[in-house]
Structure formats: C-alpha cells, structure tokens
C-alpha cells in the first residue's frame, strides 16, 4: 500500500504560480512512476503529467506542456508539480497518482490521494 498526500493548492490570479506537493508514505517509492491529474467540475479526470521512477522520463499534457514542471525527490518521497503562467482553464481538483507503469492512463495508476483544490480567478 501506499498513502499519498496533495498540498500546496490554493486560490491565484491568472498569470500566477503554485507549486503542488504530494507525499508518499509505505512501500518504497522508487518502485512506483508518479503522476498528476486534474478533474474540473463537469468534466472527467484528465492527465497533467508523470515523472518515471528515477526521473529520468517526464511527460506533459500539451496544455500544460512550457507551463509545468514536475519532479521528484525520491530520497524524501515527494513529488511536485510547479504550475506556472495559470490560466483560468487550469481550474480543477489536482490528484497525484502512482502506478508501476510510466503511464497518461489512469488506468495504470493503483494509488491516488485525496486531491488539492487549484482555482485560478481570472
């Protein structure tokens, strides 16, 4: 099992920056690639982005593609999303995942957490 906890949201203008954390706890957190996914009101979870194990890979949504950067510290369990230039559409619940396979697909991730709400005014 492993627990995962979201931090870092908030309410930003448009233009502005947060930097989303997600903390890991239980099995070793090098085992599991790691990503970020949004869902906005009305709508279905959407991919963000993912990290690899190591790190070594990412991949981002176009629409976040030159906005955000994720990473992780596998020494301290956490991986962060740092969402610059937010727009308006970047609205949603924000959910870090982590599966065993480098993946765009919900499907392929096991863990979630319980999400952090970004809301950007415009």
Do not use: H
Request: aromatic share 12%; glycine share 10%.
């Amino acid at each position: 099992q492993v627990q995962l906890v979201e931090s870092g949201g908030g309410l930003v203008q448009a233009g502005g920056s947060l930097r989303l954390s997600c903390a890991a706890s239980g099995r070793t957190f090098s085992r599991y690639a790691m990503g970020w996914f949004r869902q906005a009101p009305g709508k279905e979870r959407e991919f963000v982005a993912a990290i690899s194990r190591f790190g070594d890979s990412t991949d981002y949504a176009d629409s976040v593609k030159g906005r955000f950067t994720i990473s992780r510290d596998n020494a301290k369990s956490t991986v962060t999303l740092q969402m610059n230039s937010l727009k308006s559409e970047d609205t949603a619940a924000y959910y870090c995942a982590a599966g065993l396979k480098f993946s765009r697909a919900d499907k392929d991730y096991d863990y979630w957490g319980q999400g952090t709400q970004v809301t950007v005014s415009s």
